[in-house]
């Protein structure tokens, strides 16, 4: 995984509802991450949503997002924010203290760049472990390992 040059803030907020869901027993969980565009390759994730999983299809090293709950916390933060947040990426969580990206990880970002309407270059990730986050971007070709600013 190589750095990519984008700025990145990420509120405590954000990160605060992140380490709520580690993944300390049971099934993995996961949702998604909204934010804003400050600038060009500067941008601001305010928001990880609540999980919005398939409980179904949920297990101790997988799941699968249930696609209509997150597109309407997509559309309900759109509206509220004035049509200023919008959908940035992915976030769950690994049963591992220091997580990286799974070729089924990665397999799977891939399918959301190329079959969702993104409105920037790409899609973060967020993997919550249990000791820390894994912060990534895919663009379309490989997961670039980010640094976050967090505020």
Known sequence: ???VD?????TIEAVDALNSMRQISG???????????INEKYYRINRASEPCILI?????CGCTRNANKANEIIKREFESSNRTRFYLGEWHTHPEDNPTPSTVDISSIHDV???SEIVIDGVFLAIVGRKSIFWGFYEGTQM???DVIMI
């Not at 984008?6 to 990420?10: A, G, M, Q």
């Open 144 to 146: 670039h390992n980010i």
């Open 6 to 10: 984008y700025t990145i803030e990420v």
């Open 56 to 60: 179904d299809r949920s297990s101790k």
């Open 27 to 37: 099934n993995e969980n996961g949702g998604i991450l909204l934010g804003s565009e």
């Open 113 to 115: 760049f190329y079959k």
């Open 1 to 3: 995984m190589s750095m």
